[in-house]
């Protein structure tokens, strides 16, 4: 019992020392100086990148319905990209994405 509470501690210990580390070596080190114009065009398509891979699987693999895709979620994903590309207004395309969410759900059961 106690070489299993070690084993998680120490695992525990090790991956924060790592967390930290590899965000030490982009704020601590690098946090001051200026950063290459091709390094800033590059970062400026993080979130472009990141928000696609999260959000995709919720919508056509959801774990609410086992991952057979959902027609109110697929309909609430393109509302939500339909709104956001037309508009480029990031509160309306989620308000009305999460109410076209609510309608499809309520509507189809």
Request: aromatic share 10%; hydrophobic share 55%; proline share 6%.
């Amino acid at each position: 019992m106690i070489d299993e509470t070690y084993n998680v501690w120490l695992v525990i210990v090790l991956l924060g020392l790592g967390t930290y580390l590899v965000r030490f070596s982009f704020l601590g080190l690098l946090g001051r100086r200026a950063l290459p114009e091709w390094v800033l065009r590059h970062l400026r398509y993080t979130p472009v990148a990141v928000m696609p891979g999260l959000v995709a699987p919720l919508v056509l693999w959801p774990a609410a319905t086992d991952g057979a895709t959902d027609p109110a979620r697929l309909a609430a994903a393109l509302v939500t990209l339909g709104v956001g590309l037309k508009t480029r207004n990031v509160l309306l395309s989620i308000l009305l994405g999460g109410l076209t969410l609510y309608l499809g759900l309520y509507i189809g059961g």
